[in-house]
């Protein structure tokens, strides 16, 4: 079965630009997660779809940060404009309809400069 | 959600047996205990999961107390591939639960 797919792997942008993450989610998993990973901390929840609909993006920046997932299937995240502490590892995340056991993509590591 | 609080670090030698302890002490009566592992540079994956008393995997046991306000994840002889950050997270089991990650445990593990 394959994983969750993100991509890039790695992105370098100047503050100020924007810049887009994508996730394909296992084939089949109604709810998918967007986490923020800072060096050294826990992933922190950024939004939560369920199907194509929102369910929680309460700790979403939204004067800067936009997702969708379109369909209920792929997703893209976007930060625009980017901000130097928005450096982080960019997490994306999958669960089946019943199960909670969540299966994370490898992440986008991002670096504003 | 019920807050969790885990130690921040602990170490290890290989062949050895170890229990990270996790406090929960607001848990909810329908929240499920899950833990997950993270290597450095790829995302958690899920270790095991449990609701009450003794749940075993071929990886890990969780040992959950009568009154859930904790609970134990134990690794059976270690080794230096078990290097890694532990997370305990409670909450409810169901599609499209909330995942909340606290800041983890880092065991390392050493000859």
């Known amino acids: 079965e394959a994983g969750v797919a993100q991509s890039p792997r790695y992105k370098i942008i100047e503050k100020r630009q924007s810049v887009a993450f994508w996730c394909n989610p296992i084939s089949g998993h109604a709810t998918l997660y967007w986490y923020q990973q800072i060096l050294g901390q826990g992933p922190k929840l950024l939004i939560q779809?369920?199907?194509?609909?929102?369910?929680?993006d309460s700790q979403l920046p939204k004067d800067r940060f936009s997702a969708e997932r379109l369909k209920g299937v792929d997703s893209t995240l976007k930060i625009q404009p980017a901000k130097l502490e928005d450096s982080a590892v960019y997490l994306c995340a999958s669960v089946p309809g019943q199960n909670t056991e969540a299966f994370f993509g490898q992440g986008t590591r991002l670096t504003v400069v | 959600l019920a807050k969790t609080t885990q130690p921040i670090s602990m170490d290890s030698y290989e062949g050895q047996e170890v229990n990270i302890t996790c406090s929960h002490n607001n848990i909810a009566t329908n929240d499920y205990i899950t833990w997950y592992q993270q290597f450095p540079s790829q995302g958690p994956r899920f270790i095991i999961q449990g609701y009450k008393t003794k749940v075993t995997n071929e990886v890990a046991s969780l040992f959950i107390p009568a009154d859930r306000k904790s609970s134990t994840l134990s690794l059976p002889r270690v080794s230096l591939s078990d290097t890694a950050v532990y997370y305990c997270l409670v909450g409810w089991r169901g599609g499209g639960n909330k995942l909340t990650f606290g800041t983890g445990t880092q065991l390392k593990v050493e000859l």
């Open positions: 779809f369920q199907n194509n609909g929102v369910v929680d």
